[in-house]
């Protein structure tokens, strides 16, 4: 249900349910954590990158799992890592939203570090029209990405838009044509992985996601703290070292 290969530093997630648009079981979602913690685990992985097989990313939860629910019938299987778990790793992981993302499909895509979307990728939030509600704190990240009045659109709505869109509003970083979105993506991981301390990046995800709950003095003062800790680590050294040597840097990967 997730696929897993290696392109240098760099683990590519693949969800693997193409005839369902890749929508999210609790099988397929302890698979693909399962596999996030194995990649921040090894050494030589130094980014991630998610994307789907075939037409979508995700198409959300899958619908044989909501008829279940609103029977009354579904065996509750959750894992019981949060949905939001990709933001506590150390390595930094790129979402490839190569088409249908809705739903829980949209909030796997911006629990990741960074996204990279197909322009034509069709993307809605769809609670409202299922009945449901901001599921796992998209009710608390839209507005930080997207603006109040922009959350308030896609979530009351649940209106589709295309990734071009999803770029205009800052839910993306980038949005190409479909054909060359995994190359983007990977190539944009590579060069996390040639180019950046895995120290520096695994201490940024925590000041970024943690930062968010705090306050701006609080922010500050936690980011001395934690610049004299990197003044102390060979990361520094080398990276004062290549840039004077004009030559890339060989970072050491995470203890």
Not at 56 to 72: I, P, R
Request: aromatic content about 8%.
């Amino acid at each position: 249900m997730v696929l897993s290969e290696d392109d240098g530093g760099v683990r590519i997630l693949t969800f693997n349910r193409p005839e369902r648009l890749n929508a999210w079981t609790a099988e397929m979602g302890r698979r693909y954590f399962d596999l996030l913690e194995e990649a921040d685990r090894d050494p030589s992985v130094r980014a991630i990158v998610v994307t789907g097989a075939g037409r979508g990313f995700c198409a959300g939860a899958d619908f044989a799992d909501l008829t279940a629910l609103q029977a009354g019938t579904y065996a509750d299987e959750r894992d019981p890592r949060p949905t939001t778990f990709p933001t506590t790793l150390r390595t930094p992981v790129v979402a490839a939203v190569n088409g249908a993302c809705a739903g829980l499909g949209m909030v796997h895509a911006l629990v990741c570090d960074v996204v990279l979307t197909a322009g034509d990728a069709k993307w809605t939030t769809a609670f409202s029209r299922r009945g449901l509600v901001a599921e796992y704190g998209l009710g608390w990240i839209l507005p930080r990405l997207a603006g109040q009045a922009r959350a308030m659109d896609l979530l009351l709505s649940g209106r589709v838009f295309t990734g071009e869109q999803a770029c205009a509003m800052g839910l993306a970083v980038r949005a190409v044509p479909g054909e060359r979105l995994l190359a983007e993506a990977v190539g944009y991981a590579k060069e996390l992985a040639t180019q950046c301390s895995p120290a520096s990046m695994a201490v940024i995800k925590r000041q970024i996601w943690d930062g968010w709950q705090e306050g701006l003095d609080e922010a500050e003062a936690e980011a001395v703290r934690l610049m004299t800790e990197s003044f102390r680590r060979p990361d520094f050294a080398e990276g004062v070292s290549s840039f004077l040597e004009r030559r890339p840097p060989d970072f050491p990967p995470l203890g």
